[in-house]
């Protein structure tokens, strides 16, 4: 059976993001990350190869695990200095029509009331193409930063999270009626105040009694996106996400996720077939397989083994400068990303793997794996993964930017739509219409929906001052 596959970007408002010390090779172009051109040639670039979005990560800490300092880190650029991603999006949508942007921000760090109503300009801003990645973060720094003793245990930080969803769709979809705003310019009235509700939320973590400041954006609840690989996490991404992002590197390990977030789905009443899967990819594309293998032997020249160590070690939470680096790698439990430490060995359970081989494998791409051939090569790779992990689509992850996303864009994706399994147009409407959503909200079962017309009109706004 022919399947679409869906495409998005995975960058990050920093240097080198996913494969550190490529940024010293000298066609990448990630060190001019501060220029807005860097990002409107990117978002153009997208929507000419019609791609669903732009996954924007970010992280609100340093990897500060590896020798217990910081120092590696701003060595290698691994992800420091790293600026805010928002800022970047609405230049990017103005410049374009139909590419989306997933934006990575934490919960764990903004108050859910402030953070609703950037989400809700930003819809405005980007007419409907907006999605929100849920994510409770990790690093252990970003929490003393502000004010924390220590980052949240795991399973904690989803109990926050359910709660702070919670206040959100209150705020997106229940505060405000549809038919509030009638900007009447005979009568004077702009907002009709008895069609604007108060949430009166009151909770463990939050209290937010007012009314949301915003009223309604488009989609009004962004397109929410979740990376949890945990049991809690993936529970989680079943009852909320509309889309969900892995790294997996291996098909086996892809497809029980997959499998297991569609179950989650399934449990809450959820459709499973309505959650899009997306994996952490690196494509190394040449007009040929010679041509593609002389690109990545080109690149390797530029891995930092040190860059790669740093960011293995913030993801896990575990010093790997401790170890040779012929030393085999052994399971530990941390408070970090609990599903990291696994990964490898889930890679070949066969395979003793070494902090050298580890960090080989996430020079280039990370976690996710490497695709290296020719058009025809890749694309044939991309539908057995698809045929055989019911995964949905790839977020594609640089080696070199914006060469990685041009190659794409120039040679996979004609090799795609020659195959039929790649769009030639983009749908209309929002990012959640494009998606394939039946409209621009979210509709029933979906928790989100329930909040919608869930205050009583008498509950009338009162001005104040």
């Known amino acids: 059976m022919t399947r679409e596959i869906r495409l998005n970007a995975f960058d990050m408002n920093c240097v080198g993001h996913q494969s ?3 940024w010293r090779h000298p066609r990448d172009k990630s060190w001019t990350y501060k220029d807005l051109d860097y990002w409107v040639h990117l978002a153009k670039t997208l929507e000419r190869g019609k791609f669903d979005g732009l996954f924007i990560a970010d992280v609100l800490g340093v990897y500060d695990v590896l020798h217990g300092n910081v120092d590696a880190a701003l060595r290698h650029s691994a992800q420091v200095p790293v600026n805010d991603p928002l800022q970047l999006i609405p230049t990017m949508a103005y410049e374009t029509e139909h590419l989306g942007f997933g934006l990575t921000a934490s919960l764990s760090f903004e ?3 402030t953070f609703a109503r950037r989400i ?3 819809d405005h801003l980007t007419k409907g193409r907006v999605g929100w990645n849920i994510v409770t973060s990790y690093l252990n720094s970003g929490a003393l930063n502000i004010g924390q003793p220590a980052q949240t245990k795991h399973d904690d930080r989803y109990d926050l999270a359910e709660e702070y969803l919670e206040v959100c769709y209150k705020l997106w979809e229940g505060s405000w009626e549809d038919g509030a705003v009638v900007r009447d310019r005979e009568t004077g009235i702009f907002t009709h105040p008895e069609k604007v509700h108060p949430i009166r939320h009151s909770g463990k973590h939050f209290n937010v009694p007012g009314i949301h400041l915003s009223e309604p954006s488009p989609q009004r609840t962004p397109v929410l996106y979740q990376a949890g690989a945990s049991s809690r996490g993936k529970d989680f991404a079943g009852a909320h996400a509309e889309c ?3 790294a997996s590197p291996s098909k086996a390990v892809l497809k ?7 179950e989650a789905a399934e449990r809450v009443g959820r459709n499973p077939r309505e959650i899009l899967a997306f994996n952490l990819q690196t494509v190394i594309l040449g007009e040929t397989d010679a041509e593609a293998q002389r690109k990545f032997n080109e690149y390797r020249k530029y891995a930092s083994f040190e860059g790669a160590l740093t960011l293995i070690s913030g993801w896990t939470g575990i ?3 401790q170890f040779g680096p012929d030393e085999v790698l052994r399971h530990r439990h941390t408070n970090a990303v609990q599903s990291a430490v696994e990964t490898f060995t889930t890679i070949d359970p066969t395979k003793e793997w070494t902090v050298r081989e580890m960090a080989d494998w996430v020079g280039i791409g990370g976690f996710g794996p490497v695709f290296v051939g020719s058009p025809q090569t890749v694309a044939d790779l991309m539908q057995e993964w698809i045929e055989d992990t019911d995964v949905d689509g790839f977020n594609l992850a640089y080696a070199v930017t914006p060469e990685s ?7 996979l994706v004609p090799e795609l739509q020659k195959r039929g399994v790649y769009k030639t147009e983009y749908a209309k409407g929002t990012l959640r219409e494009k998606l394939g959503g039946a409209g621009p909200r979210l509709v029933a079962p979906h928790p989100g929906a329930a909040y919608r017309n869930l205050f009583d009109a008498p509950a009338r706004v009162a001005a104040n001052g």
């Open 111 to 113: 108050h859910p009331y």
């Open 405 to 411: 996303f041009e190659d794409a864009v120039d040679l």
């Open 120 to 122: 809700s300009t930003l």
């Open 256 to 262: 029980r996720y997959v499998a297991n977030v569609r």
């Open 244 to 246: 969900i992002f892995v």
């Open 20 to 22: 550190p010390g490529l």
């Open 319 to 321: 010093d790997f400068g």
